[in-house]
């Protein structure tokens, strides 16, 4: 019950195509924080959601949290090369005292 | 520049010798999580310190262990290795942000165990 599922697994798409991860739960959270890690790299914080039905922008990418708090989606407009990467989400449990991770989506990009 | 140093980055041991990582968090963060990835797989929760105390565990065996210094650094233990401990060892130093955590991850320690 304390896992978030990620889809897809692995996204390859050309330069200038948009992006959708997504990312579920079938329990309700209280939270849920998106990572983006670089090949060969670490988790970076990209941006950490609360309230039912929020979104948040950064530039090209849009991340919203469902109205249910059980799901949440991150969205890349007009990829660029800088965009590869796998991109996790976390819920935080124990008042985020621990982040649990879903599997992550790989994207890989054409130039 | 992370903010949060781990040492050593790479490192090569012999199934059953035991290894130390280490890691300095961001400055003002005094909370320290320890992280395993495998390979191709999200990072799954080791432990958790706080206040020089493991305050949430992981489900992870006795044979990994931890401590947290005064200075809130931190060392990761892992005694007896098995070849399936080989993977990017991650230590991630946090501090409350008003809304929730805000975490910091380091560059990680790619133990591999041969």
Known sequence: GQQVMQIP?????????????????????????????????H???????????????????????????????????????TD?????????????????????????INP | DAGVTQSPTHLIKTRGQQVTLRCSPKSGHDTVSWY?????QGPQFIFQYYEEEERQRGNFPDRFSGHQFPNYSS????????????????CASSAY????????????TRLTVV
């Open chain 1, 43 to 81: 988790p970076v914080f990209l941006i950490q959601l609360v309230k039912s039905g929020e979104v948040k922008k950064q530039k090209r990418l849009t991340f919203q949290f469902g109205e249910a708090k059980k799901n949440s989606s991150l969205h890349i407009t007009a990829t660029q090369t």
């Open chain 2, 36 to 40: 395993q990835q495998a390979l191709g």
């Open chain 2, 75 to 90: 060392e990761l233990n892992v005694n007896a290795l098995l070849l399936g401990d080989s993977a990017l060892y991650l």
């Open chain 1, 84 to 108: 590869v990467g796998t991109y996790f989400c976390a819920r935080g449990l124990q008042g985020a005292q621990k982040l649990v991770f879903g599997q992550g989506t790989r994207l890989t």
């Open chain 2, 97 to 108: 942000m008003g809304q929730g955590w805000g975490y910091t991850f380091g560059s990680g």
């Open chain 1, 9 to 41: 697994q692995y996204q390859h798409v050309q330069e200038g195509e948009d992006f959708t991860t997504y990312c579920n739960s079938s329990t309700t959270l209280s939270n849920i924080q998106w990572y983006k890690q670089r090949p060969g790299g």
